[in-house]
């Protein structure tokens, strides 16, 4: 047995041989992927140090341009395989690459790193990382929002049935219960964009977050070890840095960006169990091929795979934000390690489920189509029951006592009820109004009673209301980012 896998193994690529996460081998877009990947890593920690050393110069100490210029053009240049080895045997990754790095900066090897502690690079490059995140997820998202409310704005008329506990309930309609998707969403890139711009950098802090090895280098100038600070983190393109750290930046700020995210989720997660339940009742439908095959043994279905898919993937964005939470709760003192391997995982897992959220929803978006009348014959069933009350009223209007209309439309509505139970009839109700006398005062006013438009409400306005004052202020800063076309490889 072990030969025979032993020649299948030789005859297969070898990437097929291990596990691949399809987060990135099926799903996510490849910039998304980029931002997680070594390359992105490795060459954003020689920036740092790139960075670092630039300050340094500025502030006095003996870095000379030569140095600077050797490390400049070999940001790029890392050879991975080195790294592997010194990282083997040196069991320590950032000195592993700040090796790497050195041997082609020879000139330049004895100032890499100089005073600042792994986690200058660890924790200022995940920092770099989810801000540049958030950058690729807000247009996506915005996107998404965008499309909704086109399909909001088509549909704001179209009356269907409200459901409250998952039972027919007064009308909407289908462009106003597609706001309230919106809504949900909104709140998301609210919440994005809040999340991205508080995002501070770690900084320039040392081992325990003292910067006692920055004030030894400065000669105890306390005005320099700031500058320092200030200068790094605005060539890193922020604004604030956290004033006080251990050797860590708060782990809580990991919890606050995945809670965001995990927020995303549960929106993503409700929008397409709606649809879900929607196709089954044939009144929407996400996209489907020409090709495309529902089932290997039941041809004929129209399965909502990528409804499906989003709510498969959100449930497990949503439950992320625990690994940070509980990170955040073990943290003893100024750091214990044990945080590493947890967040290798959680944060990238984070940022690229929302990715292939936010790709698969603008792809289901763009392509949803509505079924009338289906809707109609869905609104016939219940809105006869519905619209009794209007009856009564328009039986008191032409001079009936109210009582005994409610009595005579209680008889004749549990008639109905039980052929639509007990008999698997239609909703005959409204007939049943017209062949009784006493109801011979509205006969000629039950089509008008019965118009479905007349019990949407304000819904209609409300759409254009809310598309106008809140969803297109929020979507302006991304006007330029709307015209990409979402296509998915199913």
């Known amino acids: 047995v072990e030969k025979m896998a032993a020649n299948e193994s030789m005859m297969t690529d070898p990437e097929m041989c291990k596990y691949r ?7 996510a877009s490849e910039e998304m992927a980029y931002n997680f990947s070594d390359m992105k890593k490795f060459t954003t920690w020689r920036k740092l140090w790139l960075w670092l050393a630039k300050a340094q110069k500025t502030l006095g100490l003996d870095i000379t341009d030569e140095q600077i210029q050797e490390m400049e053009v070999n940001l790029n240049n890392i050879d991975f395989e080195q790294a592997a080895v010194e990282e083997k045997r ?9 090796h790497t790095f050195a041997i082609c900066c ?84 609210r919440n994005m964009d809040r999340g991205r711009n ?7 802090k ?71 339940l929607l196709a089954n009742m044939k009144e929407l439908e996400e996209p489907f091929e020409k090709d495309q095959i529902g089932s290997s043994a039941m041809p004929y279905k129209r399965n909502p795979m990528r409804s499906e898919r989003c709510c498969s ?19 003893w003192f100024e750091r214990t390690l044990d945080d590493s391997a947890n967040r290798r995982i959680c944060l990238p897992e984070a940022f690229l489920t929302a990715d292939i959220l936010l790709s698969t ?34 039986m008191v209007k032409a001079g009936a006592n109210r009582q005994e209309c409610h009595e005579q439309i209680r008889v004749l509505s549990h008639q109905a009820g039980a052929v639509v139970k007990q008999e698997g009839g239609d909703n005959d109700l409204i007939q049943r109004i017209r062949s009784t006398a006493y109801f ?10 019965l118009d479905p438009k007349t019990f949407v409400g304000r819904a209609p306005e409300q759409v254009e209301k809310f598309l106008e004052d809140e969803v297109k202020p929020l979507l302006k800063p991304f006007s330029q980012q709307m015209s990409e076309i979402s296509s998915l490889e199913l």
């Open 198 to 204: 508080e995002l501070r950098f770690r900084g320039v």
């Open 106 to 189: 020879p000139n330049a090897a004895p100032i890499i790193h100089l005073g600042a502690t792994s986690c200058y690079v660890g924790d200022n490059t995940d920092l770099i990382v989810m801000r540049d995140a958030f950058d690729l997820l807000m247009p996506k998202l915005a996107r998404c929002i965008q499309r909704l409310s086109l399909f909001a704005e088509q549909y704001r008329s179209q009356p269907c049935l409200g459901f409250t506990h998952y039972q027919p309930a007064q009308l909407t309609t289908v462009g106003k219960r597609a706001c309230l998707w919106i809504q949900d969403l909104c709140m998301d890139l």
């Open 90 to 98: 040196r069991r320590h990754d950032v000195m592993a690459h700040v």
């Open 440 to 449: 011979a005062p509205v006969h000629d006013k039950l089509d008008h009673l």
């Open 21 to 27: 996460s399809p987060l990135t081998s099926r799903y």
């Open 313 to 331: 993937l959100a449930r497990h964005l949503m439950i992320l934000c625990m690994d940070p939470l509980q990170t955040a709760a073990v943290q």
């Open 206 to 276: 040392g081992t325990t977050g003292t910067q006692a090895s920055f004030l030894e280098l400065f000669e105890g100038n306390h005005d320099k070890v700031e500058l320092l600070d200030r200068m790094v983190m605005e060539l890193a393109g922020f604004k604030k840095t956290y004033l006080v750290t251990g050797q860590t930046y708060s782990r809580k700020v990991d919890y606050e960006v995945l809670q965001v995210l995990s927020g995303l989720g549960a929106s993503v997660h409700k929008i397409c169990t709606d649809i879900r």
């Open 361 to 394: 929803l603008q792809n289901v978006c763009e392509g949803l189509v509505v079924y009338p009348k289906v809707i109609e014959r869905h609104i016939r069933q219940e809105l006869p029951f519905m619209a009794s009350e209007n009856v009564i009223m328009a």
